[in-house]
T-cell receptor, first 112, second 112 residues
Framework: DAGITQSPRHKVTETGTPVTLRCHQTENHRYMYWYRQDPGHGLRLIHYSYGVKDTDKGEVSDGYSVSRSKTEDFLLTLESATSSQTSVYFC???????????FGPGTRLTVT | GNSVTQMEGPVTLSEEAFLTINCTYT??????LFWYVQYPGEGLQLLLK?????DKGSNKGFEATYRKETTSFHLEKGSVQVSDSAVYFC???????????FGGGTRVLVKP
């Protein structure tokens, strides 16, 4: 299994509070991704990173920001959580473009 | 843009039955195609892949063939087991790209 961990694994928070999710890899892969998984939508890309301090938006980036200060860590921040952001969040990594992606175990976030 | 369509579930089968999950894609150029599997409470695992037309990916008794003429990548297994109960996702990755596009997922339930 690829060395990917996510923390926390579960979180319940209130509307309007900031939340940060962490993804940590031990594979030294260049690319890292954040997805959300919702019923009927499969996985949708939020943001991705192609190197330290290099990030770009995915298809559902509104309300989310990311940072990558080290190769191994990719942080996803919800500045002011809303109920529509209740979801399961997955981090993924890949060696390069056109490479398969490997997924972390996920974080279940509930915004009340 | 790219899109992936897969049959909706749930699909309920008896053990040793034949499984087919249909997947079609739209994309410019020739994307790489993947099947991922998600067991209950876990992240996604790469099941198999194919990178060019007529390639056949296979793993754990599952197979899928990249059909350019029908833009399809159907997943098949000849004799399913209870342990194959999971959600299966078809995905495409455009050439020279690094953004996976997922189908909505198909839940498969295999009964003893």
């Amino acid at each position: 299994d690829a060395g990917i961990t996510q923390s926390p694994r579960h979180k319940v928070t209130e509307t309007g509070t900031p939340v940060t999710l962490r993804c940590h890899q031990t594979e030294n892969h260049r690319y890292m991704y954040w997805y959300r998984q919702d019923p009927g939508h499969g996985l949708r890309l939020i943001h991705y990173s192609y190197g330290v301090k290099d990030t770009d938006k995915g298809e559902v980036s509104d309300g989310y920001s990311v940072s990558r200060s080290k190769t191994e860590d990719f942080l996803l921040t919800l500045e002011s959580a809303t109920s529509s952001q209740t979801s399961v969040y997955f981090c993924a990594i890949s060696e390069g473009t056109s490479s398969e992606q490997y997924f972390g175990p996920g974080t279940r976030l509930t915004v009340t | 843009g790219n899109s992936v369509t897969q049959m909706e579930g749930p699909v309920t089968l008896s053990e040793e039955a034949f499984l087919t999950i249909n997947c079609t894609y739209t994309a410019t150029g020739y994307p790489s195609l993947f099947w991922y599997v998600q067991y209950p409470g876990e992240g996604l695992q790469l099941l198999l892949k194919a990178t060019k037309a007529d390639d056949k990916g296979s793993n754990k008794g599952f197979e899928a063939t990249y059909r350019k003429e029908t833009t399809s990548f159907h997943l098949e297994k000849g004799s399913v087991q209870v342990s194959d109960s999971a959600v299966y996702f078809c995905a495409s990755l455009k050439a020279a790209g690094n953004k996976l596009t997922f189908g909505g997922g198909t839940r498969v339930l295999v009964k003893p």
